[in-house]
């Protein structure tokens, strides 16, 4: 059974910074493709950022470009997301997903999920 579970949620002020990470469990995790989502009440899921399995390519929303940075620890089967000059607009409920090798945008594209972590930022 595939596992995710998300870490480093919380309340922080506007400028501020987090970190989030992933562990996964239950799947070949130098193969997969992992990526992080949000969702903000009342909007859709959005991909935030994805690291795609061997090269480490990654790529990431234009809201968060230049602020927030993906990577990985395969030996440890984590997925980071560090998140700095956080934005009130950033408030949301935050994601790890995973699928086979090559990142994808559509959140249905992604075959195993976290529980999720709440992110809010004050302002």
């Known amino acids: 059974e595939v596992q995710l579970v998300e870490f480093g949620g919380g309340l922080v002020q506007a400028g501020g910074s987090l970190r989030l990470s992933c562990t996964a469990s239950?799947?070949?995790?130098?193969?997969?493709?992992m990526a992080w989502f949000r969702q903000a009440a009342g909007k859709e899921r959005e991909r935030v950022s994805c690291i795609s399995w061997s090269t480490g390519f990654t790529n990431y929303a234009d809201s968060v470009k230049g602020r927030f940075t993906v990577s990985r620890d395969n030996a440890k089967n984590t997925l980071y997301l560090q998140m700095d000059s956080l934005k009130p607009e950033d408030t949301a409920i935050y994601y790890c997903a995973a699928r086979d090798r090559y990142c994808q945008v559509p959140w249905s594209a992604y075959k195993w999920w976290g529980p999720g972590t709440q992110v809010t930022v004050s302002s």
């Open positions: 239950g799947l070949t995790f130098d193969d997969a493709a």
